[in-house]
């Protein structure tokens, strides 16, 4: 059974850069049929998809997040990264890593929140 | 950017049958996927392509799609299906995006 799980600090002051990893189990994250994504939700809101990447480290991100979001891949350690610079307190959310297969999400991690506050 | 609206919420007898709106401009020339979240936990998918099933969820739950609306039902409502329920598209016209809805939170009276 596949399985995700994000990792990183909860706890994150503004204008720096937010970090997670999302560690891979029960699958290969270099499976040529899927795509790695991360989505966020704030707190009482809805769901956000942040951007997509594939093993090869080819990457979509969403349009509204771009200037600020990096994903990558580490196959060797079976798991993807990523990088949210320059945070307000509006990026204050759970964040999830989900298998991407492509154009759903089909297996996803059990959430971190993360908080931006001084 | 593309833009899926849903009821933000819908209520609805236990054994009565709730009904799930996402609409979007021609989303019927796409394909809809919906997905269960219940309090504290991550999102479940419960209908895949419009209408079809990924193992394990019950044949209550189904799916139509078309015109400028898709359609989430869920057949002889019970109390576990309180929960929040987000339609979502791919947009492969920006950036390959990942479109969810707003959301619809369903409530078992």
């Known amino acids: 059974q596949l399985q995700l799980q994000e990792s990183g600090p909860g706890l994150v002051k503004p204008s720096e850069t937010l970090s997670l990893t999302c560690t891979v189990s029960?699958?290969?994250?270099?499976?040529?049929?899927?795509?790695w994504g991360w989505i966020r939700q704030p707190p009482g809101k809805g769901l956000e998809w942040i951007g997509s990447i594939y093993y090869s480290g080819s990457t979509y991100y969403n349009p509204s997040l771009k200037s600020r979001v990096t994903i990558s891949v580490d196959t060797s350690k079976n798991q993807f990264s990523l990088k949210l610079s320059s945070v307000t307190a509006a990026d204050t959310a759970v964040y999830y890593c989900?298998?991407?297969?492509?154009?759903?999400?089909?297996?996803w991690g059990q959430g971190t929140l993360v908080t931006v506050s001084s | 950017s593309y833009v899926l609206t849903q009821p933000p919420s819908v209520s609805v007898a236990p054994g009565q049958t709730a009904r799930i709106t996402c609409g979007g401009n021609n989303i019927g020339s796409k394909s809809v996927h919906w997905y269960q979240q219940k309090p504290g936990q991550a999102p479940v998918l419960v209908v895949y392509?419009?209408?079809d099933r990924p193992s394990g969820i019950p044949e209550r739950f189904s799916g139509s799609n078309s015109g400028n609306t898709a359609t989430l039902t869920i057949s002889r409502v019970e109390a576990g299906d309180e929960a929040d329920y987000y339609c979502?598209?791919?947009?492969?016209?920006?950036?390959?995006?990942?479109?969810f809805g707003t959301g619809t939170k369903v409530t078992v009276l």
């Open positions: 029960g699958g290969s994250i270099s499976s040529s049929s899927y795509y």
């Open positions: 979502q598209v791919w947009d492969s016209s920006s950036d390959h995006s990942l479109v």
């Open positions: 392509d419009d209408s």
């Open positions: 989900a298998r991407v297969a492509p154009r759903l999400c089909d297996y």
